[in-house]
């Protein structure tokens, strides 16, 4: 007789079926947890299924493995399992189809997503011709000559750049005649002194004094 399917022995009976491969005590009792099922009832389960022949076992050392009997199942012929496998070669390919068919779809709802809805088209159009105004009416005020920065203010700040250009220049000049001075009759390498000294030259920062000196408003540059 078989055992009542919601019986300990029914729902090992019946997971053992399923899986129609080799399994321990302990790979059934992780299954079946679900279940409620402690090892024990399980091991208990799968002893009495294999002790009245519903399922099969072998022995390897201490340690037993159970299958379902295969004499239940219908063992396909050759024809089948042509049939078989070309029904599942067409179902993959039909799963594939069905994964290419998601793929574009979910791209075209991210392009979608990505659109500006009407009401953010229009905002952004608002915020641009504000924009658009703000720059003609500053592009006006040029062409018309309105003067954006006081005289005065252009000359404070052109005498304080020609002033810290000739500071630059008279320091340059101090330091070179301080150098030659001690470098003169020195044995060391003046490279090496120089690096050891932790002194940076104006072209080891990436900047020149006459360039500089160029920028400087015409008819008040220095001749180096």
């Given at each position: 007789m078989a055992p009542k399917s919601d019986s300990a022995e029914g729902i090992v009976l019946n997971f053992v079926n399923e899986q129609n491969r080799p399994l321990n005590?302990?790979?059934?009792?992780?299954?079946?947890?679900?279940?409620?099922?402690?090892?024990?009832?399980?091991?208990?389960?799968?002893?009495?299924?294999?002790?009245?022949?519903?399922?099969?076992?072998?022995?390897y050392g201490k340690q037993r493995i159970y299958i379902a009997r295969q004499d239940q199942f219908d063992i396909p012929n050759t024809e089948e399992l042509d049939r078989m496998?070309?029904?599942?070669?067409?179902?993959?390919?039909?799963?594939?189809?069905?994964?290419?068919?998601?793929?574009?779809?979910?791209?075209?709802?991210?392009?979608?997503?990505?659109?500006?809805?009407?009401e953010q088209i229009r905002a952004k159009e608002a915020k641009l011709r504000t924009e658009v105004e703000e720059m003609e009416e500053k592009l006006?005020?040029?062409?018309?000559?309105?003067?954006?920065v006081r005289p005065e203010d252009r000359k404070a700040v052109e005498d304080f750049y020609q002033e810290s250009i000739t500071q630059w220049r008279r320091r340059k000049r101090m330091f070179k005649d301080v150098w030659d001075a001690i470098?003169?009759?020195?044995?060391?390498?003046?490279?090496?002194?120089?690096?050891?000294?932790?002194?940076?030259?104006d072209e080891d920062v990436g900047v020149s004094l006459q360039s500089f000196s160029e920028l400087a408003p015409h008819g008040k540059r220095q001749k180096r």
């Open positions: 005590s302990q790979n059934v009792a992780d299954a079946l947890q679900k279940y409620n099922l402690k090892k024990t009832a399980v091991q208990k389960a799968l002893d009495a299924l294999s002790d009245s022949g519903k399922i099969s076992f072998k022995e496998k070309k029904e599942n070669l067409k179902l993959q390919e039909d799963l594939e189809e069905n994964k290419r068919a998601i793929n574009e779809v979910e791209g075209e709802i991210r392009a979608l997503q990505t659109n500006l809805t009407m006006k005020a040029l062409r018309d000559g309105v003067t954006l470098t003169e009759n020195s044995p060391k390498n003046l490279k090496e002194f120089k690096e050891e000294l932790g002194i940076e030259y």
